[in-house]
């Protein structure tokens, strides 16, 4: 299973709600870390991270894209 990458996780709470959250993820054990950039003005000013239990939540991870450098022959 992935553990690290980029995405959005939905988290659906006891009370009914869902809540959604955007940004980086790492799955450790039984928990989610989710860290959101915090933008001022345009420009990155800081992070929060959230840990959620892995059991309440969907994980959508963001397809990843590599870039291939290679040399002319």
């Given at each position: 299973m992935k553990t690290l990458g980029s995405g959005k996780v939905t988290f659906y709470a006891?009370?009914?709600?869902?809540?959604e959250f955007k940004?980086?993820?790492?799955?450790?054990?039984?928990?989610?870390?989710?860290?959101e950039i915090i933008y001022f003005n345009g420009k990155p000013n800081g992070a929060r991270e959230m840990n959620l239990p892995l059991g309440q939540s969907v994980i959508y991870w963001d397809p990843e894209v590599y870039e291939e450098i290679g040399f002319e022959a």
């Open positions: 006891p009370n009914g709600t869902a809540l940004g980086e993820i790492d799955v450790r054990g039984d928990r989610v870390s989710v860290t």
